[in-house]
């Protein structure tokens, strides 16, 4: 059994807070709906700690786009709103879509508008859905909507996977070609530098800057996987700001 925290509110409007152990979130869950509980939130806790697990999760792109074309199926086929977001909240198999319909079919059934609901999810509905969702809604064309921006985001899924597949090559290319040049210039290069130095002589000026090359890896390779991983972790937060980003985007 796991112990989940839960946030929830009566019919009479009373919020409550509380612990509840079930066997999963889902059980958890419909065990405070058979209390006649509206339930807002639940996570789950550490059982030692006794504080909630924060886990960093992200939305599938592709889960996603499935439920938008599955929530346009089903208010075409005349199925009630709230009704379609739990279903498709029951089918899904990513997590942080299912926690998000929950909440949204919760707010919805409050008597809260969808696009208004989706507003507190930002992070799981983008704004342009958001708008597109609250002009459906004053022009009552909501199923055709949501056709269309699954039809959206399909496209720009299709279109991240082609760049992503065209970057693949390239950058495999390019780190195993770094790999081989380093392991030439740490573990061959020096056994013809003790070749060279038994020969005596002076050596070409090329030949020197590779000897040179090689005995600062050697020396310094702790230092240079530093370097590498600090401009990794700099350039990743350098991308989260805008400015940035679209930089980035124009060079590409």
Known sequence: MAVFSYQAKTKDGKKLKGKIE???KRDAMEELRSMDLVVFKVEPMNALLN???TLRKTLKEKEFIIFLRQFA???NAGILL???VELLAKQTTDSVLMVALETLASDVQNGEAL?????KQPKVFPDLLVHMT???EVSGRLEEVMDQMASYYEKQYRIKKKVETAMTYPLVVGTLAIGIT???LVFIVPIFSDMFASMGGELPAITKLVLNLSNFFKDFWILMVLVVLLLVLASQRLLKQERYAYSKDVFV
């Open 22 to 24: 079930s066997v999963t």
């Open 51 to 53: 504080k909630d697990i």
């Open 73 to 75: 199926t089903l208010l």
């Open 82 to 84: 709230v009704d379609s």
């Open 115 to 119: 696009s208004v609901a989706m507003t």
């Open 134 to 136: 609250h002009s459906a």
């Open 182 to 184: 380093i392991f030439l």
